[in-house]
């Protein structure tokens, strides 16, 4: 098996403080298609980072003709944009598993696999279904309902293995969760939209909001419980636990794990990846690009 390179030196470099009760999984929501993010111009430039998905497509065994691939697959600094994901993950040695949960006939990832992570395509229709088959999956695979999920998005390609850990430091003996979550900096307004336009309506008190980001970390068990009681249509598993009377608790992220949302998006990240390249990225996936490293027998046990 052709082991990916991003992933390679992750695994050396694993945080493992002591576990608390209930093992630590990792579930990526990836069966999405980013339409905002990656409508494309009827015909890509030769070259261009667009026609470059048709070949990403050829890769993984579908038709170059088909429309552009889903946003967690664009290259982003020379990889498909959940690979930075994973790869973040993967240097998180205290997981017992990292599920990332495509749509049905998804088989892009096979041509990137590596047992760090596994995936299975149980996506749903929305965020909220496509969690709750990742979920029985786990189940399936030996996780308990007191175990740990840490559901993140594929697109936040930015979060980092240290942000990771010191999620699960905060909230691994909190009696609800929390997630990852950025206080925001901005003047916020609410608009009013007339003839004249849209308009400023009010500001708004900024000193208790908050951007909410993930990972997002709860039991397996009442995270369950809380998606079957609310339905699917929720944007976030914290949203859910707080349908329950629960309050999530709120972790400091950063400005950069952002999710990769809209065209601009693309370039941020790609300039992130590259500066981390010369520190925190190399340091951690180590190696020149395409040069594989030796493989360090990581445990799993899925």
Not at 80 to 98: D, E, K, Q, S, Y
Not at 260 to 266: A, E, G, K, M, Q
Request: include cysteine; glycine fraction near 10%; hydrophobic fraction near 45%.
């Amino acid at each position: 098996m052709t082991i990916d390179p991003l992933l390679q030196s992750s695994l050396a470099t694993s945080h493992a403080p002591p576990v608390a009760p209930g093992r630590f999984w990792a579930l990526v929501p990836c069966a999405g298609t980013g339409s905002r993010a990656v409508a494309a111009p009827p015909a890509a430039p030769a070259g261009s980072t667009v026609s470059a998905f048709g070949a990403l497509a050829a890769a993984a065994g579908e038709p170059a003709a088909l429309p552009p691939l889903p946003k967690q697959y664009h290259l982003v600094a020379g990889y498909p944009m959940v690979m930075h994901t994973l790869a973040a993950f993967a240097g998180v040695g205290r997981l017992a598993g990292i599920l990332v949960a495509v749509a049905p006939g998804d088989h892009f990832l096979q041509a990137h696999a590596h047992p760090s992570f596994f995936v299975v395509d149980c996506g749903g229709p929305t965020r909220a279904a496509t969690v709750q088959g990742g979920l029985a999956a786990l189940e399936a695979r030996g996780a308990q309902r007191d175990d740990w999920v840490l559901v993140h998005d594929a697109a936040r390609c930015l979060v980092t293995a240290e942000q990771i850990d010191r999620l699960i430091d905060v909230c691994a003996h909190d009696s609800v969760g929390g997630l990852l979550a950025h206080q925001l900096a901005d003047t916020l307004k609410t608009s009013t939209d007339g003839p004249g336009g849209v308009r400023v309506s009010s500001t708004v008190d900024r000193s208790n909001k908050w951007l909410a980001q993930t990972p997002q970390m709860f039991r397996i068990g009442p995270l369950q419980d809380a998606l079957a009681k609310v339905g699917t249509n929720v944007t976030d598993e914290a949203s859910a636990m707080e349908a329950m009377g629960l309050h999530p608790r709120l972790v400091p992220g950063g400005a950069q794990n952002f999710k990769v949302t809209y065209p601009d998006d693309f370039a941020l990240a790609e300039a992130v990846l590259a500066q981390r390249g010369h520190g925190t990225t190399l340091a951690r996936f180590g190696g020149e690009r395409g040069q594989g490293a030796t493989e360090t027998g990581r445990k799993t046990i899925f």
